[in-house]
């Protein structure tokens, strides 16, 4: 690997810049920056310096969306809903509830881990 230099006064200063890739990240993935940024900054600037932390994000972002959609089509087998033309506030209060219940248990294992 070849390096460039500026020379900034009586210094020279390596010219860096990481690589520019766009992923979307979305929900679950700008939670995990935020905590990596605030509790694990070791993980966070290492990810940050080799360009991996998009990567990580788009990931984590991606896995946590599909365990959702998986848990909750779970708890909807075991716990029914009622049915949504007769009473549309109980059905929404319903599957609201068992997101609910399927977020928790992802942020535990994925985001805030």
């Known amino acids: 690997m070849e390096l460039t230099y500026t020379r900034q006064g009586d210094y020279l200063i390596p010219d860096l810049a990481l690589p520019e890739e766009q ?3 979305g929900k ?3 939670l995990r920056r ?4 605030n509790h694990q900054k070791g993980m966070y600037a290492s990810l940050m310096l080799s360009g991996k932390l998009d990567g990580h994000l788009a990931e984590i972002d991606r896995t946590a969306r599909e365990r959702v959609e998986r848990i909750t ?3 909807l087998e075991m716990s029914p809903a009622p049915d949504k ?3 549309q506030m ?3 209060g319903h599957m609201n509830s068992l997101k609910h219940q399927a977020e928790e248990s992802v ?5 805030y881990n």
Do not use: F, R
């Open 85 to 87: 033309t007769s009473d």
């Open 73 to 75: 089509a779970q708890l």
């Open 90 to 92: 109980a059905w929404v």
């Open 23 to 25: 992923t979307h990240i």
């Open 34 to 37: 935020t905590y990596l940024k």
């Open 107 to 111: 942020l535990t294992e994925l985001i």
């Open 28 to 30: 679950y993935g700008m």
